[in-house]
């Protein structure tokens, strides 16, 4: 079945420019040349003939009265991710209310096919709000695991709590992914966040890694056809932790640049400098929306909506498909109102959402900082790690042009728009950035905290990816000892950062406050990682301000 969600967005024109760089290694158009690196991506029991979901289950984007389902079947052993191989197969999916299938409330098939690289999307309707259902497939006699699905509460419900799960930005090649571990233990989250960079597209070993790659990624190759990131999709689908935190709750998702290629804009991309840059959008696009169970609005983007009662609605943005590209740092053209980040229909989506809400909560999921940054008076051992981190300058400059601070008519724009039209309790839910933060978004940086605060913004820091630390190659916590308090007294609106450890976040919202805890893992190079609670700020109600809590929720 095919997901739809009517909408009557419609997106920006896209920019143009010639890119600049991109190592590369073609893939093969031979299937026998594709199958090494293909066949790597999935366990050894591919070789069975009997059909199979190695790729484990999920479900998405909830809805009051539905869900969107996914998978990946692999009917026969040629049918590897990213050949273009396999038989159309039928596909069967049951809804249940509870997990041993004794109550099926729903039950249909659809077909698999090699045009689709054998995914599956079920949009199921018709169910009750608020409530956990349990879902399977099933294909030529083979099972897939059971998972749990949450729809969303009643539009005009008044609900009394929501939490979700956080993360952003997952190298495969850095680390295991044991945040989504910890997470799929709780079994408390009504949906979980991916804020982006679900995935990263560079070849092996070139990324973040301290110089060892903890465990290879598939194709090799820096991916940039169809087939390649049909490929790189089909890995990160293979891990343990990722197919039990898909199989516990429902995702929501957004992309970033790494979904695509490093820095991407509308136009182009850092790392892209071989063919037509449109080709290769067009093929990352279309792998993620057939690996992932996201339900576009519209066509092509991932900027949507979703409610959750009377509690909070939730503005999922897209800020690679429609944004000018990256100005040079420290240029005036940041200024320029006719750069954008969001592209105009985007913007005036957002604006006109948030006004019109009548939820206590209004969240942006938004995959780049919106809270400006300057670096300040930084030493020189840190200043260019962390410019590397931020795709700045090693001189540094006090801005990163791939946030927000490289769109600031944009941000004024929107900042604008909350402080004129009183609308408060907004906050932004970020990624991106390899950095957990803590913010107020001020309306005037130069003047705050005499002017006002116009929303709040959380950072989760990344799932694998370089933190600082890494990137220097030193113990866990000894750069941000250093880092934090400078940073935070050339930016008075940043009540905390952490520029060292990796994690995840726990959002919790009630009508008196949003409160957003940090956790942090033991080591990302260990599949057995631990987790601790590290922090925990919150926003009360009103103030449009953070402010710290000394208790997880």
Partial sequence: ?????????????????????????????????????????????????????????????????????????????????????????????TVATDKAFGTVVA?????????????????????RPATDYWFRFSAGGA??????????????????GLRFGVVSCANWEAGYFSSYRHLAARGDLDAWLHLGDYIYEYAAGEYGTRDTVVRPHA????????????????????DPDLQALHAAAPVVAIWDDHEFANDAWSGGAENHTEGAWSARQAAAKQAYFEWMPVRPAI????????????????????????????????SGSVDDPERTITGRAQLDWLKS??????????????????????????????????????????????????QWDGYTDDRREILAHLRSNAIRNTVFLTGDIHMAWANDVPVDTGTYPLSPSAATE??????????????LKVSEGSVSAVAEPVIRLANRHVHWVDTDRHGYGVLDITADRAQMDYYVLSDRTKANAT???????????????????????
């Fill in 1 to 93: 079945m095919t997901s739809r969600l009517r909408s009557s967005d419609s997106p920006g024109a896209p920019d143009s420019r010639a890119p600049r760089r991109r190592t590369v290694v073609k893939a093969a158009a031979a299937t026998a040349v594709l199958a090494t690196p293909l066949a790597a991506s999935l366990p050894a029991r591919a070789a069975t003939e009997t059909p199979a979901f190695l790729h484990g289950v999920a479900s998405g984007d909830p809805l009051p009265d539905g869900i969107l389902l996914w998978t990946r079947v692999t009917p026969t052993s040629e049918a590897i991710p990213g050949s273009g191989l396999g038989p159309d197969t039928e596909v069967t999916w």
């Fill in 107 to 127: 039950k249909g098939s659809t077909t698999a096919s090699a045009a689709t690289d054998h995914t599956v999307k079920a949009d199921i309707r018709g169910l």
């Fill in 143 to 160: 099972e897939s695991p059971a998972a749990r699905a949450r729809t969303a509460p009643a539009a005009d419900a008044a609900v009394s």
């Fill in 219 to 238: 194709p090799a190759n820096e991916i940039t056809t169809l087939a390649d990131y049909r490929v790189r999709h089909g890995r990160y689908k293979t």
């Fill in 299 to 330: 066509a092509g983007t991932t900027y949507r909506r979703l409610r959750f009662g009377r509690l909070a609605d939730l503005s999922l943005l897209d800020l690679r498909s429609f944004r000018s590209q990256q100005a040079s740092t420290g």
């Fill in 353 to 402: 959402g948030l006004k019109s809400s009548d939820t206590t909560w209004r969240l942006v999921g938004n995959s780049v900082m919106i809270s400006p940054f300057a670096i300040g008076s930084l030493a020189a051992g840190i200043l260019k790690p962390l410019a590397e981190l931020l795709g700045l300058p090693k001189e540094g400059l006090a801005l990163n042009t791939d």
């Fill in 458 to 471: 959380f950072v989760v820091t990344s799932v694998t990816s370089d933190n600082l630390d890494d990137i």
């Fill in 531 to 553: 987790s601790s609670w590290a922090r925990s700020y919150r926003t009360r109600s009103g103030t449009q301000k953070v402010e710290r809590t000394y208790d997880p929720v």
